[in-house]
C-alpha cells in the first residue's frame, strides 16, 4: 500500500510539476518502476544517479546523430538532458514506434535478432571515441568480487567454479573488446509489426568482450524468470541463427566461438554472486541450473558454432 501511494505521488508531481520543465502537459501513465509514458508522444525515465542519467544520454545522443534508431532526448528549457526534484533525476525522449513483445521462435527472428546486434556493436565501434565509459573485465569480476562471494556463502562446489574461470582465462586474452549493450534482452529492442524499431536503455552500458552481450542475450532466453516458451531443441536452433545473424554484420573469431559457452556459464555465475539476499534464493538457483544445463552441453555447443 506503501509502494502504490508513493507511485501515486510521483505519478501527479510529475503531471502538475516536472513536465513544466519542458513545458509540456500530459498524463503520466507508468509503464514500469522508474518509467512513464506521456500521451503516447513521449517517455519520462526516472534515475537515482546523476552519472547514470548522463551516460545512457551519451550513448542515445550519439547514436541519434549516426542515424541509429534509439530514443530522440528532449532538452529541458533550462538546457539541461533533465529535470532534478528531491534527488531524482527525470529525462524526457520521444517515444520510439513499436513494443517489446517478441517471439523469438517466429521464423527469421533469430537471425534478425543477431544481426541487429552486431548492427549496434558496428555502430559502437564507429563512435566509441566519443564514448567514455568504465572498462569492464568479465574475467575480473569472476576472480574479484564473484569468488569472493563463493568462499564467503558457499553456493556452489569450489572446484566446479575455478574449471568453469580457468576455461574463461584460457580464452580470454583473444577475445575482442568494445563498448557493449550489458543488458541485452526483448525489453531493451523494439520492434513494430515484426521489424526493429529501435534500441532502448544503456544503463548498464560499458566496455567488455563483445561476445557478452549475444551470450546474455541466449542465457536470457532459457531462464525460467522468462516465460519465453523457448524449448531446449529450440533454443540450440536459436543459438545457430543469433550467431550467424551476428556473423553477416561482424565475423566471431575461431576464439569467441569456442569461448561462448564458458562466457554463458561465467554470466551465470556472476548472476548466483549476485543474487545474495535471502528474498532471491530463486534466482540464484535459477542461474545455477542455467549454468549446469550450459556444462553438460559444451561439446554440442561448441560443434553447432563451428559448422
Not at 564473484?146 to 580457468?166: H, I, P, T, Y
Not at 523457448?230 to 575461431?254: D, M
Request: glycine letters at 6%; aromatic letters at 10%.
Amino acid at each position: 500500500m506503501a509502494k502504490e501511494n508513493d507511485n501515486n505521488l510521483e505519478k501527479k508531481a510529475i503531471s502538475e510539476n516536472i513536465l513544466k520543465g519542458w513545458g509540456i502537459t500530459g498524463e503520466a501513465e507508468q509503464i514500469y518502476n522508474t518509467t512513464w509514458r506521456i500521451e503516447d508522444k513521449y517517455v519520462l525515465k526516472r534515475y537515482e544517479d546523476l552519472d547514470t542519467l548522463k551516460k545512457n544520454g551519451q550513448i542515445l545522443t550519439v547514436l541519434h546523430e549516426m542515424g541509429i534508431p534509439a530514443a530522440e532526448i528532449i532538452p529541458a528549457n533550462s538546457g539541461e538532458l533533465y529535470v532534478g526534484r528531491d534527488s531524482r533525476y527525470y529525462m524526457l525522449t520521444k517515444k520510439l514506434p513499436g513494443n517489446k513483445e517478441t517471439d523469438i521462435r517466429q521464423e527469421g527472428m533469430a537471425e534478425k535478432m543477431g544481426e541487429i546486434l552486431g548492427r549496434l556493436h558496428l555502430a559502437f565501434q564507429k563512435c566509441e571515441d566519443r564514448l567514455v565509459f568504465c572498462d569492464n573485465s568479465l574475467l575480473d569480476e569472476m576472480n574479484g568480487w564473484v569468488a569472493e562471494s563463493l568462499l564467503r556463502e558457499k553456493w556452489m562446489e569450489e572446484g566446479r567454479f575455478r574449471r568453469a574461470v580457468s576455461h574463461l582465462q584460457e580464452e580470454y586474452e583473444a577475445l575482442p573488446r568494445q563498448l557493449i549493450h550489458r543488458d541485452v534482452h526483448f525489453g531493451n529492442f523494439l520492434f513494430d509489426q515484426g521489424e526493429f524499431s529501435g534500441y532502448i536503455d544503456f544503463d548498464l552500458s560499458q566496455k567488455n568482450i563483445r561476445i557478452f552481450d549475444i551470450c546474455y542475450f541466449l542465457t536470457g532466453l532459457l531462464s525460467s524468470q522468462i516465460d519465453s516458451g523457448v524449448n531446449t531443441e529450440e533454443w540450440f536452433r536459436i543459438v545457430r541463427e543469433v550467431a550467424a545473424g551476428y556473423e553477416k554484420q561482424i565475423p566471431l573469431l575461431p576464439e569467441e566461438k569456442r569461448a561462448i559457452p564458458y562466457v554463458m556459464e561465467n554470466i551465470e555465475l556472476l548472476f548466483a554472486a549476485y543474487f545474495s539476499r535471502p528474498e532471491q534464493a530463486v534466482y540464484r538457483e535459477n542461474a545455477l541450473m542455467l549454468f549446469d544445463f550450459v556444462n553438460r552441453h559444451e561439446s554440442r555447443l561448441h560443434k553447432l558454432l563451428e559448422e
